[in-house]
């Protein structure tokens, strides 16, 4: 197989760890089990049944509580040796440990369809009483325990090259005695923002660059459809005639289908105006996304979609560009691997090749013929080269683009959590609606890891993917490239690189405050003293698709603002939920260098 065991061993410590603290942070769902403990408990503990592949933890029973801690009884296994030559035989032996308050206060009540969680424990006794039979596992001070529950949630993670698609790590759920269904696989389900890097990349091949401005503010269209539900943005499901009305736009109200409106949303309930595909990109926001997508049109999103192998069919909806469409975390990796190999396609395996009993290969993953391979002796001959046959699905050029995007959501956006891994990495958070399905997708320039976090029926986790997925992926990534050199991202032919400020993609130079280099093809970087940004907003310059109206004023600022705020033209700050990041800057003019940095052409 292509499986690589210590990868493969730090994938599965990753993702249950991952899953048993997002179990945690949601509380605790009470004792496995209760035992009359003023008799012999033997057997009532060994009779209580456990899920397998639990590792070390154990059983144990609560035989005293105090506020500090537990006093437990639990059960071992001795082997007695056999007399007179009869084999040893086993004897089950009572053995008592302790919980402390410490290993258990994150055990506040879960509060079944709410995103709380009971009162803060002032101790164990809030808990736990005498008799309780419940999960622990042993700490490294002998005799002393912590407790544990077993996670409700379930998710998968991938780990593939990213240039030949050979995985080389595969969990597809939490334990698989436990379940043999493979979340990274067979699961499909909505990726959400994960999917918007690939409207993006639509965009840039078909015109746009990273300096692009799109519009961020509230986008209204209109939809015809029987139950008034659409994945991807909040739908008005009943609309009054006076408000139909008052509001200017021109509905039949006697259709036989109910007059729905698609509003998407950012997820901080807020816009923030003019803002650059890359900024769009780093702070996930939903509102430019559809914006750009209804002025490309569908059919370039629809078939980057098909080209990368995420999707088999995909429907001409614009909920689908905030990843409305369901998809496997596997397909969803072989998109992003070929956003970090150039644009080559990938096809995800994990069988290299298949031997029969003789020793003969009757499969061969790798296809490509090498006539030169077998040389009957070596004569200082150059080794032989393997035709690359891989087929083009994204233009190399916007693909370096778009890896250079995600780079800056590591460093600036919604993945800022992987920063401190030290290294050259790309990604993308994914959170749906109602927050049922959490991802983190990312990439180091040879390696794709996806991870997937949600509940096997689905519903709301009230956790993103910053803060459900990002961790393991963070974890796992942590152990599998610790031993990996550190390498750039590499840049195609046809890339030229200029200094633009990160906040407005004006063109910038090197040493003014917040300036980044930035990818462009070849003259279509702005120039200092010359042409600035092209504006994007295309037909969608207003706050009602297809209805007319006047637009919002340019602000040149980006901080958030309510729709209240935008209309009036007062801007707020922007809020990004669970991401440790700093304000963003503020823009700043356009600078004008001292005369001996003035480049001629601009940095390249």
């Not at 029973?61 to 500090?68: D, E, F, G, M």
């Not at 397909?331 to 009993?357: C, E, F, H, T, W």
């Not at 920063?419 to 790309?426: A, D, E, F, S, Y």
């Not at 994914?430 to 399905?437: L, P």
């Amino acid at each position: 197989t292509t499986l690589d065991t210590t990868m493969q061993q730090a994938a599965r410590r990753a993702v249950r760890q991952g899953l048993e603290d997002f179990d945690k942070r949601h509380g605790y769902r009470g004792p496995i089990g209760s035992l009359d403990v003023s008799t012999d408990w033997t057997e009532g503990l060994q009779a209580i049944e456990i899920p397998r592949d639990l590792g070390d933890w154990q059983k144990a029973v609560i035989l005293k509580a105090t506020s500090k801690s537990a006093e437990l009884g639990l059960l071992e296994t001795i082997e007695i040796e056999g007399e007179n030559g009869e084999p040893p035989t086993e004897q089950i032996k009572q053995i008592k440990g302790s919980l402390a308050f410490d290993d258990m206060k994150w055990a506040r009540a879960d509060v079944p369809n709410s995103p709380d969680v009971g009162a803060t424990l002032k101790g164990v006794t809030d808990v736990f009483k005498k008799g309780d039979v419940i999960l622990v596992s042993a700490k490294k001070k002998e005799g002393t325990y912590a407790l544990q529950q077993v996670p409700v949630v379930n998710g998968g993670l991938i780990a593939m090259d990213a240039h030949t698609g050979r995985v080389l790590a595969l969990v597809g759920g939490y334990s698989f005695n436990q379940s043999q269904f493979n979340r990274a696989t067979q699961a499909y389900r909505q990726p959400g923002s994960a999917f918007k890097p690939f409207v993006y990349l639509a965009a840039l091949e078909n015109g746009y660059t990273p300096a692009s401005q799109i519009l961020d503010a509230p986008f209204v269209i209109e939809r015809d459809q029987e139950d008034c539900v659409v994945d991807g943005g909040e739908v008005q499901e009943e609309t009054a005639a006076t408000e139909v009305v008052d509001s200017g736009l021109e509905i039949d109200l006697e259709d036989d289908l109910a007059p729905c409106l698609y509003k998407p949303e950012n997820y901080s309930d807020k816009f923030y105006g003019m803002s650059t595909m890359r900024l769009g990109i780093e702070k996930s926001r939903n509102a430019m996304t559809v914006r750009l997508a209804n002025d490309m049109g569908m059919r370039p999103v629809i078939d980057l979609g098909k080209r990368t192998g995420i999707y088999d069919d995909v429907r001409s909806e614009l909920a689908w560009s905030l990843g409305a469409g369901e998809t496997t975390v596997m397909r969803l990796a072989g998109g992003y691997a070929s956003i970090v190999n150039g644009g080559k396609a990938v096809q995800p395996m994990i069988i290299d090749r298949v031997q029969d009993a003789s020793g003969v290969t009757i499969f061969k993953a790798d296809e490509r013929e090498c006539t030169d391979c077998n040389a009957e002796s070596y004569s200082g001959q150059a080794a032989p080269q393997l035709l690359d046959n891989r087929a083009q699905v994204i233009d190399p050029v916007a693909a370096y683009q778009m890896t250079s995007m995600l780079e800056g959501t590591v460093q600036r956006g919604t993945g800022a959590g992987l920063k401190q891994l030290g290294r050259p990495l790309g990604g993308k958070t994914g959170t749906t609606n109602d927050e049922i399905d959490a991802w983190f997708m990312g990439f180091t320039p040879d390696m794709v890891i996806g991870v997937y976090v949600g509940m096997d029926t689905p519903q709301p986790m009230d956790e993103t993917g910053a803060k459900a997925a990002l961790p393991i992926w963070r974890s796992f990534a942590r152990d599998a490239l610790k031993n990996e050199p550190i390498v750039p991202f590499r840049i195609p032919e046809g890339v030229v690189l200029a200094p633009v400020d990160a906040t407005s993609g004006e063109a910038s130079f090197i040493g003014a405050p917040n300036t980044i280099l930035e990818a462009f093809r070849p003259g279509t970087e702005p120039q200092l003293g010359g042409s600035s940004t092209n504006v994007s907003s295309g037909g969608t310059n207003s706050f009602i698709a297809g209805f007319g109206g006047a637009g919002p004023s340019n602000t040149p600022d980006d901080d958030g603002a309510s729709l209240d705020d935008l209309l009036m033209g007062d801007m707020g700050e922007e809020d990004e939920t669970d991401v440790e990041t700093s304000p963003a800057p503020q823009p700043v003019p356009t600078p004008t260098p001292p005369a001996e940095d003035v480049l001629e052409d601009g940095l390249y």
